[in-house]
């Protein structure tokens, strides 16, 4: 299985099925301020954790993308990974979020440039692109810095409980990016 290393004591790896109990214990700890941009996070439990790391599987042993846990100091403190590749316009998107307590330190930052170097070099795509609620500055922030471009708002693209929400689209180009050597 992959590994990418990020930092000292910091570092990307596949979700587990025995990631599911810390996990969920790292959503409870968050639920409040996840459930306003992500619709996801408003009910889920142990069952549904476990579930979605049983996809995660599924889609890494399809490659069809991955969903990845990050590790800090030996503990979960986030998730990243990518929606699903579309091998035919050779694009993907990517999602993401992180605990409250590890925000500010450019984690996610580090996070989402590796998986975009992977989409370009090992499985050579031409487009990623990322969504984010419009009021979730941190989020957005992350493509901004990364050097995606904003290119819209899809209206009402999410449905939360009894209301939509917008969702700004970024998106960036083989041509466009720079690894971090470059930067």
Do not use: K
């Not at 596949?14 to 009910?43: H, T, V």
């Not at 800090?72 to 979020?97: K, L, M, N, P, Q």
């Not at 989402?112 to 050579?124: C, I, M, P």
């Not at 795509?125 to 990322?130: F, H, Q």
């Amino acid at each position: 299985m992959f590994r990418f290393p990020l930092g000292e004591d910091l570092y990307l790896r596949p979700l587990e099925m025995g990631d599911a109990e810390e996990l969920q214990a790292l959503i409870e700890a968050n639920r409040e301020r996840l459930r306003r941009s992500m619709p996801w996070a408003a009910e889920e439990g142990l069952e549904q954790t476990t579930n979605f790391i049983a996809l995660t599987r599924r889609q890494l042993a399809d490659d069809n993308g991955f969903q990845a846990a990050i590790v800090y100091a030996g503990r979960i403190v986030g998730v990243v990974g990518f929606h699903g590749i579309d091998r035919e316009h050779r694009s993907t998107s990517i999602g993401y979020w992180l605990d409250a307590e590890h925000e500010g330190r450019g984690t996610m930052t580090r996070a989402v440039g590796a998986l975009v170097e992977h989409a370009f070099t090992a499985w050579e795509l031409n487009r990623v692109e990322i969504c984010a609620a419009p009021e979730n500055r941190r989020s957005r922030a992350i493509p901004e810095r990364l050097g995606f471009r904003e290119e819209g708002t899809r209206r009402e693209a999410e449905r939360l409980s009894d209301r939509y929400l917008d969702s700004v689209v970024y998106g960036v180009l083989a041509s466009e990016w720079r690894s971090d050597a470059d930067r």
